[in-house]
């Protein structure tokens, strides 16, 4: 049986998607668009950001007219999702996490992170009539965010830093979804759930059934998307629950696994398309004078920020090594104590689901604050994590030049004793020793 051989795409567009595949490329071209959104908003030209954002499209018998911001949000959100999933599933199978053990850690980590900064929030809310609504903002992670800062100043860091991110963050944002769609979702669609559990199971069916052809797949898994968005549960699960249920694992006759061939064709997109355009629609929080002038008083900011900055920290680091001490868990042998701490901070990193909780949590003049106190602590949570980043990583690069300094040091003391020996053979008329250097 003939295969027609696809056309190639040109030279220059496969290099241009090489060049974002990099992931310090992607880091800079997303923390380019946030910070753009940022001085936009509080700009004068802020309205005409907001109109952008604000613009309705989309389908309206399926209730798919969002706006902008929304399509960013909900869609191309999932494509990110998706890929991060892809290399998720990877490594649970194939890779780092195929251990119980190792797997184990990151959840662990993820519960800490989610549990602690509740707690946190709600300590320093104490006492005020908001504290029951507040504690849910500082729970999630922005994985894409995380990514970026991680990309950026952690080059110094091994592989398995990245991974124990990649996986903290997605379990952290389910379960951040998972408290949106218990608590915050009005009408769950139950009908719209259903219908998405199906299709994600017989999109499972035709993988195991080795179905290739993406004229099924991709009207399948935009299916899933909007069945998804329907039932009111926040749409990029739909990009988790998909990556999680695709093929890792190669026949003889491919030449790469579904997970890792859709990985490569669609990373390019998800970091050079989807994740600006959602961080460019995501970071425009106004921080007017009113929010500033209470900024350092009201006591919904303070929780915010406490909960992001410090509950992530503490909450993480503290559940990670808890659970390796107990023996629950292990961590990577190339992955310290110190470089723990590092990537933990992280986790404050809070953009996108916090700003959603605090919509859906707090009244608008509160969720204000909530946001700008997102911003700002996500902001110190990714300065003191890039900090703590670019330092292990010059203490790494001095460990590897001290640990191959002694065998060079050996070499040069063995020369320089023969080089003795042999003036010494020579001045007093010995044989040389078959240790001596030739002559």
């Given at each position: 049986m ?17 060049y ?46 969002l ?7 909900d ?26 053990k ?27 009539p ?7 903002v ?24 990245r ?18 769609a ?57 990009g ?14 491919e ?5 890792l ?72 042998a ?61 203490a ?23 080089d ?20």
């Amino acid at each position: 049986m003939s295969h027609r051989r696809r056309p190639s795409p040109p030279a220059a567009l496969t290099e241009f998607a090489r060049y974002l595949r990099t992931e310090t490329v992607g880091g800079v071209v997303l923390l380019v668009a946030a910070a753009a959104a940022l001085v936009l908003a509080n700009s004068p030209l802020s309205g005409v950001y907001t109109a952008v954002r604000d613009v309705e499209f989309g389908p309206h018998f399926l209730h798919l007219n969002l706006t902008a911001g929304e399509w960013a949000k909900d869609g191309l959100l999932a494509l990110f999702f998706f890929v991060a999933g892809l290399e998720l599933k990877r490594e649970l199978v194939l890779g780092e996490l195929s251990d119980f053990k190792a797997a184990i850690l990151p959840v662990v980590a993820a519960v800490g992170g989610m549990v602690v900064p509740a707690l946190v929030a709600l300590t320093v809310a104490w006492g005020d009539p908001r504290a029951g609504d507040v504690w849910a903002v500082p729970v999630a992670t922005d994985i894409a965010f995380a990514l970026g800062v991680l990309a950026l100043t952690g080059s110094g860091m091994p592989s398995s830093a990245r991974v124990f991110l990649l996986s903290l963050a997605v379990v952290d944002d389910l379960g951040a979804i998972l408290l949106i769609a218990v608590l915050f979702t009005s009408g769950l669609n139950l009908i719209a759930a259903a219908v998405a559990a199906a299709l994600l199971g017989l999109y499972a069916y035709l993988q195991h059934r080795r179905v290739t052809s993406a004229w099924i797949y991709v009207p399948l898994a935009v299916a899933v998307w909007v069945a998804v968005h329907s039932s009111g549960v926040h749409a990029t699960i739909a990009g988790v629950a998909l990556a999680l249920l695709t093929r890792v694992k190669k026949d003889s006759y491919e030449r790469e696994a579904p997970a890792l061939r859709l990985e490569h064709r669609l990373q390019p997109w998800s970091a050079g398309l989807a994740v600006p355009v959602f961080a460019f629609f995501a970071a425009g929080v106004s921080v007017g004078g009113d929010v500033l002038r209470q900024f350092t008083s009201d006591k919904v900011v303070l929780a915010v920020f406490a909960g992001l900055v410090v509950g992530k920290l503490v909450g993480i680091t503290g559940a990670a090594l808890l659970a390796v001490r107990l023996k629950l868990a292990t961590l990577p042998a190339d992955l310290g104590k110190r470089d723990l701490v590092a990537v933990a901070m992280l986790g404050g990193v809070g953009f996108t689901v916090s700003l959603l909780i605090a919509e859906l949590a707090l009244d608008p003049a509160d969720a204000d604050l909530a946001k700008a106190a997102v911003l700002v602590a996500s902001a110190v949570a990714a300065l003191l994590a890039a900090a703590l980043l670019v330092g292990r990583g010059r203490a790494r690069r001095r460990n590897a030049e001290g640990t191959a300094r002694p065998a060079s040091d050996d070499r040069a003391w063995h020369d320089d004793a023969g080089d003795q020996r042999a003036r010494k053979s020579r001045r007093f008329g010995a044989a040389a020793s078959p240790l001596d250097p030739p002559r």
